[in-house]
């Protein structure tokens, strides 16, 4: 559903009560829209895990850098954004705008505080547009047809579509059709960029994690290189490939950034990220 507008959105009921995985992220990259159940599984994870909030903050800059070069390098205009998460600047429209200001954007996630914060999504340039969609990756057919999509994005030209730390939260049996639908509505041109939790860099921080994670109900799937490759099958891989974040077009930031801090004490993150192009 397309956010109707600030005066007429209904109530909705956060479920504040429960941790969330948008609001346990916004926690960890130090946002401030989360309660004491995210804050709790945060602080365990914390906890348990020396370094996980500079590699929470390297998991955000892939994105950043991604959508970067999709534009400057590969010239795309167009964005869908499935698994947004909760506002934090510089958001995904703000990156591709500053290349190209036509750039359009449209955001899709199942968790309504993403929706209730949706307002920093659409602070688009004038010469773009960005939408908001309140919708769930396993239902693609719903929200490709949803009215913001459909008068943001023309079907036509290429688009990127973009899951950046999403696809842990679902199985391979969840993700892999949605996924293949979403890039068979794209044309040729289109790009996926994707990158996904992974236990082949320090299994052992993994468990807790997945552990901490359960405890609040939320189910990790973690997957190996070859697994997340999987979801690129048919694309050309874009140059490096499919590699650790850390490794993909690091610039000084990313760097500098997670290595001094990781818990995983070699500067490798534990997520594999990758952009292909669907020929
Ligand atoms: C870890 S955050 C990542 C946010 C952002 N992509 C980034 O990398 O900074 C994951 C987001 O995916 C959303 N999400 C999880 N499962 C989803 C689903 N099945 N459909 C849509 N959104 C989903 C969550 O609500 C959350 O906002």
Redesign the pocket.
Known sequence: MTDPGFEERPPVDLHTDRA???RV?DYLLGGKTNFPADREVGDRLMADLPGVRPDVTA??AV?HRMVRRLAEVHGVRQFLD?????P?APNLHEVVQAVDPSCRVVY????PI?LAHSRALLTSTPEGRTAYVQ????EPELFLEDPGVVATLDLTQPVALTL???VH??SDEAAHPPVRKLLDALPAGSFLALSAGTADVAPERVDAAVRRYAEAGITLHFRSRERVERFFTGLELDDPGIVLINRWHPDSAAASGSASGSGSGSGEIGLYGGVGRKP
């Open positions: 969330h995985s948008a992220y998991a955000r994105m499935v698994g947004t998460g909760i934090t899709v996630d199942n968790d993403v919708g769930d990756l396993r950046v730390n999403i939260f679902l």
